[in-house]
Every structure is written in structure tokens, then in C-alpha cells.
């Protein structure tokens, strides 16, 4: 990784720069900008911006100069230089990077932001463009090896480094490094299985003694592993029948132990039982009937209450958090005070202590109680700044290697704090400090299969087996189930069965609205003449990709079609956005630098929409695609193929994924074979793929979704068994609020994907996908467009509106189709982009017909009678300045039948 350690940063601040010469930034005016030319033997140059716009102006009005790519155009930053380091030279150099193509993970500029107080960088998924700016952001660029997760690549530097204009002290937030790795949890329920006495219990060492709370550990294993299972039966079957002796050991007619009802509950409620009648007792029922109304300070002391709030006999954090998550399961709100109990344990620091202390008493959190507690506080809501504090406190527990320690101070890392810290950070979005995580973990497993307290342990115990088994399936207390989700109508998908017909709109709070989505992703100031401008309307650049995804939305809507074949037509007839470049210059088609996901994001839009992918923007796009078919892996500096069955310069699984779709659905199956089994091979154990080509071993929910959509495409046995482990891992992966992780955060991108990922089994997974689908509702702002993500900044996003819309319909990519007979050929636009609107007698613009010039069929009086034909006296002067002569051509080649 090409980055300076934080110790050897040096800062070198530059003197503000903006256009009305106001003074320096501060930590709450202005933006501030650092770029680490340290790969380059420089230093970290910093400038900023009292009046901030974007982050790409932030970089320019900072004195920073860029070069975008030829591929991406501008907004993708391929080099950067500063006016007083070496003479303004960009790096790398051309010598290095020839910027045609976007750049690999393995090189590039990646962009790192932190909002106002912020002191740990979010890396940004999107370009700084689109990064609105207010007083108090910081931005970072760093060159060198990441991806779209930003697991690696973090700046050596902090937030708080750059608005002081120096580095103070390594970033203890930084993202700890290691090698890679799964758990074998099959090996681990094996084990555990192996200790079962008569195959049902686990018994104390040197007796034959039950162990209650060890068995149910056992059980929480098995049902993550196996599910549904002869063993996990015969386990849970011991236990109902001992509910006295676990739960209840100063008789039934008393309060249970806490700690031991919510354990017993929760395995209930995880296997498909009843928390209500456990042994003869409801669980829930006892629990809340048994929640402390004072602490000792009371005139009446309840016996096994420390505070108010408590669960009596609970005694620790771990009885009392446990106890709240058994009601929440049983769909019960626990009392508020139950809630508010656990927010007192916190620390100052966010940490929380494993003992139930009272208000004031001495704190010292642990990251196994943090991590359970920051996982229930999280289920529970309304929590949302205490499972902040406790996630900033897991972050910086946490070693360079992964692993956390079992208490403050401790020189060893403990398996169970890691496993509890794993699944909180993977639950609140934090994936890749929870991959690595799990990645210690799978290098402590001993040969058993079993784990030991601590590293380095020589001797399985089941006590930190179980946790470390649900962090290494992806689930949690939380999530475990056995149970399969019971078939309920699919989502209304807002589309029409076949190419004509109208569309329907999905029942009302069942998800977002479609047709406001369509309006916003069609209104003038975003869709121009065809194209989108990720950079707003005043850009020259149109992003090719971004316009492809729209018409996949409109697509799989079909609530307008008029500007679906807007998009197209530009397209096909191989448009020119303000630049002169068409979609062959993105795609790179007939070059020595073909993009085979481009390729094959372009083909699959064709044959959506019924165009013959082997005539469209004048090539036989699936020729191309052929022979961008990788033989093998390129040697450096070459990085066409990433390996045999890849595609060129197709750097990601969704790339690749997109480009077998094309394949087979044009009927190439024998080409697409060795394609399909390089993406068959980045499946990983746990049925997740990575997001990058070569694999970086990440899991990605987007990734996963579009693999397992190919996948489901190629069908066949094989095929069939990846798609159900793909969608299994997603289902797992899905947050309390219905979303799911991404890059971003809790993202729109995610939830929409999987939408469409988990609708390959909607039967299935009809609970997730309605969960999903209420998110995706909930992140719909009044403009009808999408926020990125759930915590980050909010306003609506082209992209994420795009997916949100199309990924709502839950069609597949490889399913998607839709006709266009019936709408009118639209002109080929000006080179420049800017022909004005026409609108016709009668007509707003902003109807559904859209308009001539912004892709629309005209509608409108003019288009809907010959009467009014006169008309066109009237807007003659409008006809000059549109360039009459292209629009009058277009007409006479629909007329004639030779338009599209």
C-alpha cells in the first residue's frame, strides 16, 4: 500500500485560495482539502475553501489541478497536481497511468471525507462532484490500493490532523489490516456436536453435570450452521424439559433467573418455538413481570435488583441486554426503562461495563459487553448516538490485526469480545473492520474446530465457540434463525407482464413511490437530452454509465417510455454529449483498451428494450464482447485480465456479471462458459462474492445480488446451489431498519440490489424483501429522488435514485424487458448538448409525452391532431434556434420508416 505512516506524514499548508479572497478556514467555516503526495516523494499539501461548493471545486479553489479520465471524463480524478510541488506536475505521470480507463483499485486516487466533528474518514463511493460541501467538511485524497468498501488505502492522517494543518498522533480509528480469511463453521458444529453428552448435552469437565448456559450456547452454534437438524432438536427438546432447573432455581412459582429465561427465549424464538410456553412457562411473560422498580435505595429493596430498570437476578449487562432482545424478538417492546438501563452502563469513553453497576459508580467497558450491547440497542432504536459511541469505542479497541481485547489493558486478544465486536460492527455497517475481524478469528481455530479463550490457545472451549460460529455465518442473537420465511404475494413490481399494457403501482406502504421516482429521474434539470450529468446540469461530460442506468429503471418501471427511448436513441445513434464523446468512447469498443463491462452494460440494455445488441451505436456489441474474453491473466504493466474467463479492463464482479448477462441472453452460451466459471470461482464459503476483480476478499451485498442475478440467468445445478448461498448470505446481512450495509453506510444502492437479488426467491424471502422495500421508502425524499444512505448526507442522488427505482420492481437484469412500440424515433442531439426545449401548443413540458428535444415523442396539441399543423408558424424562431435542420431530418426518417 502506497501510503506514509502517520509518523512520517509532514503537512505542508497552503494559503487558502477562493474567488472572493476571504480568509482562512476553520474547523466550522469553510472546507478544508488534504492530497498526500507522499508515493511521489512529497508531502501532504492542504488548502481549503472559505465558500465551499463541491468537493471537486474544494480541490481547484485549493490550488490543486486534476485530470479526469477518457473513459469517465472529468469527474473521475486520474491525477492531480499543486501549483508548489514540483512545478504543478499531475501524478502519476503519463509515463505511469494513461488515464484513458478508469485506473485499478490497485492504483488510484481514492477520496476519503469526514463531516463537521468528525475525526474517522468515510470512504466516499462518489465522485467529488457530487459531493455537496458545507463549513466544517474535510476531505482527503490518498493514492495507492483500496476498494469500493474502503478497507484499505485509509489516509495515515485524521480529520482532526487536517483542520489543524498537521498530524498529532496516529488515527486510532484507522482500519487494522489482515490477511484474509473464513471460520469453518462446519468444523466448529462438528466439535461441538462431538462434545454433546447422549448427543443432547453439555456436561462440566470431570462430571456429569448439565450445563444449562453451555448447551444453549451449543444450540446457537448448531442452528447457524446446520439449521433445522435431528441434533438441534434433541438439544432444544433437553432443555424445555430442565426450564426449572436453568430458569427457575428458586422454584416455579418465583421470579427466574433472568439471564437464563431471556437464553432460553431467545433459542425459542431462534428454532422456530414459543418464548411464551417454554417448559411449561412464559418466558416473556415472567421477564417483564420481573423488571426492578427501584434499586436498593428503595424502602422495599426488591431482592436481585440493583437499579431501576433491572431485570431481576440479571446481575450483569450481558442477563440484562439478553432479556431486552428476548422481547423485542417476541415482538414485544420491552419496557422503556429496561432500554434506558443499558444506556447507563455506557462509559464515557462508549465503551459499557459487564457489570450492572449504578449511576456513577466506577465504568470500565469491555468490547464483548459493547459489542452485545451496541447489537440490542441497535434492534431496539431510538439509541442511535449511545450505538454510535459504542461502535467509536469498538473501532479504537481494536488491534491492527483485527482482534479485541478481553478487557482494558489486556496483552492478549480475546475470541469472544472479537466474535461479540464482529457481528455489532457487521450489523451497523462497518463490514470491513468486521471481515477482518472474523479473519483473526478463523487463524485461532484450533484443529478441533473449536476455540480457545484467547489467542494462541491450545484447548477448544465451548464458551467462545458459540459467538465466534455466529460471526463467522454472518448472523447474531439478533438475526438467528432456523426458519424459513413463509410465502406471501410477491412485491408489486410497478411493470406490466409483457412489452405493451399499462403498469401498475405498487399497494401503498408497501414501498417507495415509483412514479414520483420516474418524475424525478426524468425532470429537465436532471435527464438532458438523453443523458445524465452527474455533475449537474451545467456539465459538459455526460456519464454514460449513469445514463445506462436510468434506462434500466425506466425500464423495469415502464411508468415512461417516451424517455426510456430518449436514452436510447441517444444511444444507438451514438449521440454526443458536450465533449463530442459517444457511448463507443466509454465502452472503448474497437480500441485496444475495451472495457468488456461496458460492453456488456450496453448490450444488456438492448436487448431490455428489444434493440438487436449486435447492431446498436453502430457495432456488433456481442462480437466485441467475445473477444474481450480474457485467455489468461495479463502480466504488468499490462492490466487488461485479471484471469481466464475475465473480461477486459472489467474491474469489478458487478462488471463481469452485467457482461455474462449480455452473453446469454443473446444466445452465446458457449462463449459465456469460461466467463461463468471465473465468476462461479469468486463465490466465497459463506455464498458472498467480493466487489473487486481481482478479488480482494471482501463481501459485498451489491456484488452478491448481480452475481447471484447472472447466476440465476446460466441456470443448472450448480448455478442454482450459488444463487441459494448468494441469497442466504444477503438475507443475513440485512439491518434492523430493513436496509443493508454498503460502502455508504445503511445504502439505498444495497437495499435495492438485494430487492432485486432476493426476488429470485421471492417465496423465500418475501418478508426481507417487504422490509427492504419499506427502507427504500423510508430514504424517498419530496423531490421523489433517493438519498445515498440512511446516515450520511442527505438530498437526492441521481445514482441512488436510479437504483432505488429499478431495484424496487425487484426485476432481475436478466429478466428485464421491455417494448417500445409505440413510441415516437427521437432526433439524434446537437453535439453540444444544449438545444433548448421545444414545447408545443398546448404543452408544458413536463408531461410524460416529454418533449422533442429533451428525447420525449413531443406529445402535446401539435402531436395529437392535424388541425393544429399551422402551429409550427408559430414556433419557427424555436425550430431555428433547435438546429430545425436535425429535427426536420429526424422527422423524415420516421416518416419513411428508417428511424428507430
Known amino acids: 500500500m502506497l501510503v506514509l505512516p502517520a509518523a512520517c506524514v509532514t503537512f505542508l499548508t497552503t494559503t487558502p485560495a477562493s474567488a472572493d479572497g476571504a480568509g482562512d478556514c476553520t474547523a466550522t467555516e469553510g472546507a478544508v482539502v488534504a492530497v498526500d503526495f507522499g508515493p511521489f516523494g512529497g508531502k501532504v499539501e492542504r488548502g481549503c ?18 485530470t479526469g479520465t ?32 478508469t485506473p485499478p483499485y490497485s492504483a488510484y ?66 482500519t487494522p489490516t489482515g490477511a484474509p480469511g473464513t471460520i469453518d463453521t462446519t468444523a466448529a458444529a462438528r466439535w461441538l456436536k462431538g462434545g454433546l453428552t447422549d448427543g443432547e448435552r453439555i456436561v462440566d469437565d470431570g462430571a456429569d453435570t448439565p450445563n444449562y448456559s453451555l448447551t444453549a450456547d451449543a444450540a446457537y452454534a448448531l442452528a447457524a450452521v446446520d439449521g433445522k437438524s435431528a441434533t438441534l432438536d434433541k438439544v432444544t427438546d433437553f432443555l424445555a424439559a430442565h426450564t426449572e432447573d436453568f430458569a427457575y432455581p428458586d422454584g416455579p412459582d418465583r421470579a427466574p433467573d433472568a439471564t437464563a429465561a431471556a437464553r432460553l427465549a431467545l433459542l425459542a424464538e431462534s428454532t422456530e418455538g414459543d418464548p411464551h410456553a417454554v417448559g411449561g412457562h412464559d418466558l416473556i411473560g415472567d421477564l417483564t413481570k420481573n423488571v426492578c422498580p427501584a434499586g436498593p435505595e428503595s424502602d422495599e429493596p426488591t431482592p436481585g435488583c440493583t437499579a431501576k430498570g433491572d431485570f431481576r437476578g440479571a446481575t450483569y449487562a450481558e442477563g440484562q441486554a439478553l432479556s431486552v432482545l428476548a422481547l423485542l424478538r417476541a415482538g414485544q417492546t420491552p419496557p422503556a426503562e429496561t432500554v434506558a438501563r443499558l444506556t447507563q452502563l455506557q462509559c464515557k469513553d462508549g465503551g459499557v461495563t459487564s457489570i450492572l453497576i449504578r449511576p456513577g459508580e466506577y465504568c470500565d467497558g469491555d468490547p464483548a459487553t459493547t459489542g452485545l450491547v451496541a447489537l440490542v440497542l441497535h434492534q431496539a432504536g431510538g439509541q442511535e448516538d449511545a450505538v454510535a459511541r459504542a461502535r467509536t469505542s469498538l473501532t479504537k479497541s481494536q488491534r491492527e490485526d483485527g482482534a479485541f481485547p478481553g478487557y482494558t489493558g489486556s496483552p492478549s486478544g480475546s475470541i469472544t469480545a472479537t466474535a461479540y465486536a464482529a457481528q455489532a460492527l457487521s450489523a451497523l455497517g462497518d463490514t470491513d473492520r468486521a471481515d477482518v475481524a472474523v479473519a483473526w478469528l478463523s487463524r485461532q481455530q484450533l484443529e478441533s474446530g473449536g476455540f480457545g479463550f484467547e489467542e494462541d490457545a491450545t484447548d477448544p472451549v465451548v464458551y467462545p465457540t458459540s459467538p465466534a460460529v455466529l460471526a463467522g455465518t454472518g448472523t447474531s442473537l439478533v438475526t438467528l434463525t432456523t426458519k424459513k420465511s413463509e410465502p406471501t404475494e410477491p412485491p408489486t413490481t410497478g411493470t406490466p407482464t409483457g412489452p405493451t399494457g399499462n403498469p401498475t403501482t405498487p399497494a401503498p406502504g408497501t414501498g417507495p413511490d415509483l412514479k414520483k421516482g420516474v418524475a424525478y429521474l426524468t425532470k429537465a434539470a436532471n435527464l438532458k437530452q438523453g443523458q445524465y450529468y452527474t455533475a449537474g446540469p451545467d456539465s459538459d461530460g455526460a456519464d454514460f454509465g449513469l445514463t445506462i442506468d436510468g434506462a434500466y429503471a425506466l425500464a423495469a418501471t415502464g411508468l415512461n417510455d417516451a424517455k426510456l427511448r430518449g436514452i436510447v436513441d441517444f444511444l444507438d445513434h451514438q449521440g454526443k454529449d458536450g465533449e463530442g464523446r459517444t457511448v463507443n468512447d466509454w465502452t472503448g469498443v474497437g480500441t485496444k483498451y475495451t472495457a468488456g463491462g461496458s460492453l456488456g452494460k450496453t448490450a444488456l440494455l438492448a436487448e431490455s428494450v428489444g434493440r438487436d ?106 448455478a442454482d446451489k450459488a444463487v441459494e448461498r448468494a441469497l442466504a448470505w444477503i438475507a443475513s446481512r440485512q439491518l434492523a431498519d430493513g436496509g443493508f450495509p454498503g460502502a455508504a453506510g445503511d445504502s439505498v444502492n444495497s437495499a435495492a440490489l438485494a430487492v432485486q437479488g432476493l426476488s429470485l426467491d421471492a417465496g423465500t424471502y418475501a418478508h426481507q424483501i417487504a422490509e427492504a422495500r419499506t427502507f ?122 428508417t428511424g428507430r
Open 49 to 66: 475553501d472559505p465558500t465551499p461548493t463541491t468537493g471537486y471545486e474544494l480541490l481547484h479553489d485549493a490550488g490543486f489541478s486534476t
Open 70 to 101: 477518457q473513459h469517465d471524463g472529468p469527474a473521475f480524478i486520474c491525477r492531480i497536481g499543486y501549483t508548489s510541488y514540483n512545478s504543478g506536475t499531475q501524478y502519476p505521470t503519463p509515463d505511469k497511468e494513461s488515464c484513458v480507463l
Open 109 to 174: 486516487w481514492s477520496y476519503w471525507i469526514a463531516s463537521p466533528g468528525q475525526d474517522d474518514w468515510t470512504y466516499s463511493q462518489y465522485g467529488a462532484m457530487s459531493r455537496k460541501l458545507k463549513d466544517g467538511d474535510v476531505d482527503a485524497w490518498v493514492f495507492g490500493a483500496t476498494n469500493p468498501g474502503g478497507t484499505t488505502g485509509r489516509p495515515a492522517f485524521s480529520p482532526d490532523d487536517v483542520r489543524a494543518g498537521g498530524p498529532q498522533a496516529p488515527d486510532p480509528g484507522s
Open 613 to 718: 445488441p449486435r447492431h446498436f451505436a453502430g457495432h456488433d456489441l456481442i462480437a466485441e464482447l467475445d473477444k474481450a474474453v480474457c485467455d489468461g491473466p495479463s502480466t504488468a504493466p499490462d492490466r487488461s485480465c485479471a484471469a481466464k474467463g475475465a473480461y477486459t479492463y472489467a474491474p469489478s464482479v458487478f462488471s463481469q456479471s452485467l457482461a455474462v448477462m449480455a452473453q446469454l441472453r443473446a444466445g452465446e452460451t458457449e462463449a459465456a462458459e469460461q466467463p461463468l466459471a471465473y465468476l462461479e470461482s469468486l463465490q466465497q464459503p459463506s455464498g458472498a462474492f467480493p466487489s473487486l476483480i481481482p478479488s480482494t476478499d471482501d463481501s459485498d451485498v451489491d456484488s452478491t445480488a448481480i452475481a447471484a442475478m447472472a447466476l440465476d440467468l446460466a441456470g443448472g445445478a450448480q
Open 776 to 897: 427504500l421508502a423510508s430514504q424517498q425524499n419530496s423531490d421523489g429522488g433517493f438519498n445515498v444512505a440512511k446516515d450520511g448526507q442527505q438530498g437526492s442522488d441521481l445514482r441512488a435514485s436510479a437504483q432505488a427505482v429499478g431495484g424496487a420492481t425487484g426485476i432481475s437484469f436478466g429478466e428485464l424487458e421491455r417494448g417500445l412500440i409505440g413510441t415516437s424515433p427521437q432526433p439524434t442531439p446537437s453535439p453540444s448538448g444544449s438545444a433548448p426545449e421545444i414545447i408545443t401548443p398546448g404543452d408544458t413540458g413536463g408531461g410524460d409525452g416529454g418533449t422533442i428535444a429533451d428525447g420525449g415523442s413531443g406529445g402535446g396539441a401539435l402531436a395529437s391532431t392535424g388541425a393544429q399543423i399551422g402551429a409550427l408558424s408559430t414556433i419557427a424562431a424555436l425550430l431555428v434556434l433547435a438546429g430545425w435542420r436535425t429535427v426536420v431530418l429526424a422527422r423524415r426518417r420516421a416518416d419513411t420508416g
